[in-house]
């Protein structure tokens, strides 16, 4: 039998039962049991990072299966030879959900009512923006951006895609155009959704020539990575008040309570919650019962990025 390791009983329970396989939990706050018979570890989705050098502890270790998309930072510390898969197609709904949530609640000025009902005040009605006959800019249309397109669609919005290169597009969108277009594409847009990974291409994507290209008013919703946003140049921008913001993601993160975003106007904040939803599990319960499945009986995997 070959050990693996899950990050907890439940996800022992919610896996079952794998020919071939033996599941094992191991959350990675100390040194594993049976190091020597271990050969594939499925880190714990919150808080991993500062336990992953404990991946150097399994001295046969062949593949990493995690529970997020992103996996920056586990390259640094992944041993030589061991496969990486990531858990694209996990999170697509719950994520998606909330990109569409932060364009809404923010377009609609739901902080401002928050504020209005612990102050029991009724405010006066106004005109807010709608998300209807906007033009949508998703910028990064893997297999999230694609699920925040096609819950997009049903608003009456204009939706352009972005990806690193140009391609040709699908059922959501005429075609998906390359990073290199931003320039051109970011002044005609209202709504600018980020959901790119966190690589040195990306690093500080959105920066001070980025933001300026947006126009007066526009909304920027990060739901990728605090690492993509200049967040001094966000500052200033929002400041100053010409763009809003809607944030699942910061840097740093957390965000210290002396922050300059926390009170800057029109900036909508939630804690990197985009994947943390009653849809997470059953979805990676699911991936992780076809991965193992795969890798017990030798069949190619899925999701690999190394």
């Excluded at 694609?146 to 597009?169: D, H, K, M, N, Y």
């Excluded at 991965?291 to 190394?306: E, K």
């Amino acid at each position: 039998m070959t050990l693996v390791t899950l990050p907890g009983r439940e996800w022992v329970q919610a896996v079952g039962p794998i020919s071939g396989l033996e599941l094992a939990v191991w959350e990675m706050d100390g040194p594993p049991d049976r190091a020597d018979e271990v050969r594939v570890v499925v880190p714990p989705y919150v808080g991993a990072g500062p336990r992953l050098g404990r991946l150097a502890e399994v001295p046969h270790l062949e593949l990493v299966q995690l529970l997020t998309a992103g996996y920056d930072d586990v390259l640094s510390v992944l041993p030589d030879g061991v496969q990486l898969a990531n858990a694209t197609g996990v999170h697509d709904a719950s994520t998606a959900e909330l990109a569409v949530a932060l364009t809404l609640a923010s377009l609609r000025d739901f902080p401002d009512f928050f504020a209005a009902q612990r102050d029991r005040t009724w405010l006066p009605s106004v005109f807010h923006h709608a998300l209807a006959d906007k033009r949508v800019l998703v910028l990064g249309y893997g297999s999230i951006g694609r699920a925040v397109a096609a819950r997009l669609t049903p608003f009456e919005v204009q939706v352009t895609a972005v990806a690193s290169r140009a391609r040709a597009g699908d059922d959501l969108v005429r075609s998906v155009h390359g990073v290199d277009e931003l320039p051109v594409l970011l002044p005609d847009h209202d709504v600018v959704i980020v959901i790119v990974p966190l690589s040195e291409h990306t690093a500080g994507l959105v920066d001070d020539a980025f933001l300026a290209a947006m126009p007066d008013g526009a909304l920027l919703v990060n739901v990728a990575r605090g690492g993509v946003v200049d967040t001094d140049a966000l500052v200033r921008h929002a400041q100053a008040g010409r763009i809003r913001a809607a944030l699942d993601v910061t840097d740093p993160e957390p965000l210290p309570g002396d922050h300059p975003l926390w009170v800057t106007p029109n900036v909508l904040i939630t804690p990197h919650v985009g994947g943390t939803s009653t849809a997470f599990m059953p979805r990676a319960a699911r991936l992780l019962q076809d991965q193992l499945g795969a890798y017990a009986a030798g069949r190619p995997l899925r999701n690999l990025v190394t």
